[in-house]
């Protein structure tokens, strides 16, 4: 199964907040903002945390995280049968309090009749009461009835007349599967890799470690199926059962040596006085486990030591191998389940859920080996587990998996984080897909829109060039703000309706085109173009400076055809001729305002 909706309530930073959920997400924003209070409410969820008292949002006496399941199994199915709605779903709430105590509790469709309700049998099974109701003909023909009966008639009235009776989705009062503490693991494996972590924690042959789970399932395959391994294992029974006092009959063992017996007998003599007689037992140790405890791993680059002599790049970069490795090996497991005959048919009957979350994974990792990671852990997504990020690297976005993009905010302390996020298609036609050209026009440099306070749309490098520069002489450059080059007029609408979809500010500012030298149809067409740029624009977010005509003419320039227009444009306003109108000081005031 995977995660489908998130709900956060009270949990730090977050007041409220509704997240749907991707294969992979991956969360931004501003330092400060709640991208690690979005990480921490899935690792309280998943029991990875515990709650204390500061996680409280304010004055609030109660938090809790909601996570709403999809794609749910046939062993899931079967383990979460009573929570599984008709939609194929599971939706659980772990809910805390500030005296320390927390309780899962899962949904379930419940009929609206109150006669129909596991939590009102008490009010109904009597039988001068039970035998009036239309699930009569379900319940024992006499006798008291139990609870037990009253449920089971229940259940079987609602398979007969299912599609005759309304159902209401709602929180149980009871705990999740009837236990007061739900098992870490139950809703699958959970992995989190912290901005710092130790990689030497991570090739710990012991414990619930990547290396270890790997390391493990290698032992458990020699085994099973090592001759040598299995000869070994029965010598180490055998020679267990010769040290103890008596055979598995419950008879002496003549075999025993007598060097513990006499230890034995040395102790009774000092223990005479209590009456007191001491028998020492062998139990028969695990193999499996001799193995595990005397593994060390030493990493090799020229120079063998342990990993925690390496330099910090290639501690992040065992990690992220460790992960593929794991990965590599749960597809096998899947391929390998398709394959087995003995399945009975079911494609998933044992398949287990997996979420990796990942916090600031760039760190460490040059430009190129950041780009490699996010393609690994794309694939990764897709493999039947979901990978969750939280980065401050470009390189780690891509349009194509807009979805997955949350912009992580806080305006206030009010209304706390709130994460932005558009989960349908930004554009309405192929037409518009082309025109932009994700693959092309998004890459890590544009990318940087979705981290900026403030986007600036323009035209070209030329606009790109100059008003950036012009603006730090004024000293009113932002360096939160990001100016995107839109690759000409054409494309400004389409970056304005992605910045409308993610509710980033931004400010257009384009060329007019009026140019006293072009025909009447050419400024008809530049016009034309101009009114798409403005119908764009949603007031809410952003808002237009138009250039007059262009910024060659704002800037006193002329002649500036051909090629390199941006480098004769800065050689102009770098010269003693360039002479900064009152009109481009005011629009760049404007712009960086």
Known sequence: ?????????????????????????????????????????????????????????????????????????????????????????????????????????????????????????????????????????????????????????????????????????????????????????????????????????????RGNTLFSQLYSRVINKISEHNPQFKEAKEKIIQLTKILNKTNDDGEINEDRPKDLASLENLLDEELISWNTKIDIQISTPNVDDIFRVGANVSIDDGIKTDISRKGHGLQRALIFALIKAWSKVMKQDREALLNDKDSEGSTRKASKSTYFIFEEPELFLHPQAQR??????????????????????????????????????????????????????????????????????????????????????????????????????????????????CGGKDSIHLYINLLNKFKIKYLVVYDKDNHIEKSTQKIADSNAKNIIIENAIDINFGKSIVLENDIEEEIGLRNSGGRNKAHKALSYVVSNEFVLSESLENKIKIIFG
């Open 1 to 205: 199964m995977k995660i489908s909706k998130i709900k956060v309530s009270n949990w730090r930073s977050i007041v409220s907040e509704d997240i749907s959920f991707q294969d992979l997400m991956i969360f931004i924003g501003q330092n400060n903002h709640g991208k690690s209070n979005v990480l921490s409410s899935i690792l309280f969820f998943f029991g990875e945390i515990n709650h204390q008292y500061l996680d409280f949002n304010g004055d609030a006496e109660e938090l809790w995280v909601e996570i709403e399941f999809s794609e749910i199994s046939e062993y899931e199915n079967t383990t979460f049968k009573k929570y599984v709605s008709s939609s194929n779903k599971i939706k659980v709430r772990k809910t805390a309090l500030k005296n320390g105590s927390f309780s899962y509790n899962g949904y379930v469709e419940e009929a609206t009749e109150d006669w129909l309700k596991e939590s009102k049998i008490s009010d109904f099974k009597k039988r001068e009461v039970a035998e009036t109701l239309p699930l009569a003909d379900f319940l024992p023909i006499k006798g008291a009835i139990t609870i037990e009966q009253f449920k089971t008639a229940q259940n079987e009235y609602i398979i007969a007349n299912i599609d005759d009776i309304s159902f209401n989705y709602v929180l149980e009062e009871s705990n999740f599967l009837g236990l007061k503490n739900v098992a870490k693991g139950s809703f699958g494996d959970l992995f989190f890799i912290p901005s710092v972590k130790n990689a030497s924690d991570e090739l710990n042959p």
């Open 372 to 485: 490699e990671l996010f393609s690994s852990l794309v694939n990764l997504s897709k493999d039947e587990s979901q990978v969750i990020l939280c980065t401050h690297s470009s390189s780690f976005l891509d349009l194509k998996h807009h979805k997955s993009i949350c912009i992580v905010k806080k305006e206030n302390i009010e209304n706390g984080t709130k994460v932005l996020q558009y989960v349908n298609d930004i554009f309405e036609n192929s037409e518009e897909i082309k025109s932009f050209n994700l693959s092309y026009w998004i890459n890590p440099e544009r990318s940087e829109l979705f981290f900026a306070k403030k986007v600036i749309l323009v035209e070209g490098q030329t606009d790109k060039t100059i008003l950036p520069f012009i603006a730090k002489r004024l000293n009113v450059f932002k360096y939160d703000y990001t100016i995107i080059d």
